[in-house]
């Protein structure tokens, strides 16, 4: 039998890449994170991470490991929300960045409604900027974005990724042109990394496509108009990474979390432990940097 509590920090150490962040998230230290891998490691008698003083990558043997983990908790948290006692209820107003509208967050939304049928759950997908400022505001309690920017650590890291150039296939992109854009409007976050990227490098730009919906961005892609900046796990389909021969600036690494109100509901508090113990389903990668 595996120890639930061993399982959900060897699922936050997959998700962060990081037995630091792992620490910090789970409200650990960092040696007892170490101390519940290495239980796991003998219990299943398998290597579930690697590691040296620079980076931690899941092993094969981790990787079949997630699946069965989430499998495990998702029992477990059943079974102690159906005798915890009374129903969670009230209105739970969250708010999610359109990274993740194509990725599995609505079946994790799915299962909390399945399981607190009494909470009513407003869902608004806007751009990381304008939930920062929408939470701010008081106008939800509950937001997965983007953090603004380094040095931003406001709230719980969900998701680390890197962002990357995409466009259509073959876009070519002439080196005495300005580079054709397809953005969306302030305050996105994505917007305001490619034009600091750009200027940092002394690259001319001009604005090909503004859209405030993420499907009209990868539309306006896929016609050939113009490339944009994405986050590399999440990059919709159609579209590809721009080769590095075009010559365009790196974007950098970018980090997603769970913001809240500073005395959050149960409610709220219910929601980010499904999307946390679930955070490795919101994308296909997990990249550090």
């Given at each position: 039998m595996y120890d639930p509590v061993q399982l959900r920090t060897f699922l936050t150490v997959a998700q962060t890449l990081s037995f630091t962040q792992a620490a910090r998230?789970?409200?650990?230290?960092?040696?007892?994170?170490?101390?519940?891998?290495?239980?796991?490691?003998?219990?299943?008698?398998?290597?579930?991470?690697?590691?040296?003083t620079h980076s931690v990558r899941v092993t094969e043997d981790g990787e079949a490991l997630l699946g069965f983990a989430r499998t495990i908790l998702q029992a477990h948290e059943r079974a102690a929300a159906?005798?915890?006692?009374?129903?969670?209820?009230?209105?739970?107003?969250?708010?999610?960045?359109?990274?993740?509208?194509?990725?599995?967050?609505?079946?994790?939304?799915?299962?909390?409604?399945?399981?607190?049928?009494?909470?009513d759950l407003?869902?608004?997908?806007?751009l990381s900027g304008t939930l920062h400022e929408r939470l701010d505001a008081g106008r939800l309690d509950l937001v997965l974005a983007k953090r603004r920017g380094p040095g931003d650590e406001r709230g719980r890291l969900v998701w680390r990724d890197r962002m990357v150039w995409i466009g259509a296939e073959g876009v070519h992109l002439d080196p005495?042109?300005?580079?054709?854009?397809?953005?969306?409007?302030?305050?996105?976050?994505?917007r305001a990394r490619a034009l600091e990227a750009l200027e940092r490098e002394g690259r001319s730009?001009?604005?090909?496509?503004?859209?405030?919906?993420?499907?009209?961005?990868?539309?306006?892609?896929?016609?050939?108009?113009?490339?944009?900046?994405?986050?590399r796990g999440l990059?919709?389909?159609?579209?590809?990474?721009?080769?590095?021969?075009?010559?365009?600036?790196?974007l950098g690494g970018v980090e997603f979390a769970l913001l809240g109100t500073p005395d959050p509901a149960p409610a709220a508090e219910a929601l980010a432990a499904a999307i946390l113990s679930s955070a490795d389903r919101l994308g296909p990668g997990r990249v550090t940097g």
């Open positions: 998230r789970l409200g650990l230290r960092q040696s007892t994170v170490s101390q519940h891998v290495r239980r796991l490691e003998d219990a299943t008698g398998r290597q579930l991470f690697s590691r040296d159906f005798f915890a006692g009374p129903r969670l209820r009230g209105r739970l107003r969250f708010g999610a960045s359109e990274d993740f509208v194509l990725t599995r967050l609505p079946e994790i939304l799915e299962a909390f409604r399945h399981e607190h049928p009494e909470v407003e869902l608004s997908v806007e005495d042109r300005p580079v054709p854009l397809i953005v969306f409007p302030p305050p996105g976050i994505t730009w001009r604005i090909a496509c503004t859209s405030g919906s993420l499907s009209g961005l990868v539309a306006a892609a896929r016609a050939g108009l113009g490339v944009m900046a994405h986050t990059i919709p389909p159609g579209l590809v990474r721009v080769p590095d021969r075009a010559g365009l600036p790196e």
